[in-house]
């Protein structure tokens, strides 16, 4: 991809003497989106020492192209959770070219993404997912959650790492139909596009989740200014007070991505919707009748009209958790959060209210234990690479 955003111009004749270079917008988002597809790219490693991305020695050679075949996005949506665990995790503890060593906590909602994005694998990989749910929207809305989450948030953090008065200039800009013409391409290529794009974002109340506007295509909101000057905040706070800015950004972060990215693409989905009203409504009742059902009664509980057997759909529906280590699951509960039980997930609200619990014991669990928390989070940066499954 780095080819198609070299450019030509004129060069000063002037010897000893300087001409300024401008860098538009638009090109600013699309290396920015750039860089988030190629996290997602078959043949690019997921974890190691991750130089410019726009040197060719870590793009595709021709060699490692005639060797694997031309280079895909990851279609597996487990595997496609972890690389971008990975990612939110690698930009978190700054490991990038952009990043800077001495401000490792100013995106601090990319800790906490990097942990739900391995929850989002841990709850693909189950049997329950994996198995009897493949081909339900369930399955196919938490991988379509996941994966344009990433496409919308992460470039918003690579924008504010170019430099925070580029960000401020440019957040109004970004328009995923004005990336440079291969960028957009390739962003169009990936899975679910055609019926994504024109929700994300739309414009909410970040306290009552209320509509505002939708307006599509990865284009800025207020909440997202709001969190990056809370980012902005961070940097030129003494030490002692930045926590407080930290925890500001990631609330606003997460009503950006529970209200303005993933309410109009999965929650409001109809198909969806249902199957957390059945996860919900089987929390009801006991585990002993779902777990020892057997399976072509299982099967059978999932079908439309099949309410008498809703208490076996308990059995299939994982629990809803987020391990606060690179830990799939753990019995610890200083390092999980639990939803509710019966939590309406589709509520924007009552969900909010939830995540704020977990966020509050990130934050408190990195004031307490930050050692232990980057170490958890260079494993998830680490996670193990593999390729796309066929």
Known sequence: MAENLKVTGTTNPEPNTCMDAHCDCNIIWSLAQQFTMRQLVTHTPAHGEMLDYRDCKTHVSEELFAKKGPPTFVDDPEVRARRI????????????????????????????????????AATLGTWQVKGLLRGTELRAGLGRGNLWLFNDVLPWFYGYAAGADTFEQCADSRDSRHFVDQVATNFMRQVDHAITIDKIPYEIDGDTGAKKAKLGYHKCTQIIKDGFKAVADWENAADGDRPSFALTHLLAIAQHEQGEVLQGLIYDHPDFNKWLNRQRFARTFGDDTALNASMET?????????GPLAPFVRALVPGLQLVLTSDYETDNAEYRSDAPDRLDLADYQKRMGWITDAANKYDGLMQKKQKFMLDELSKIKNLSDRPSKR
């Open 298 to 306: 299982i099967k059978y509980g999932l079908s439309e009209g099949a």
């Open 85 to 120: 665990a990975a990612a939110y995790a690698r930009v978190f503890l700054e490991d990038f070219h952009l990043g800077d060593k001495s401000k490792i906590g100013r995106f601090y909602w990319l800790g906490l993404g990097a942990f739900a994005s391995k929850q989002v």
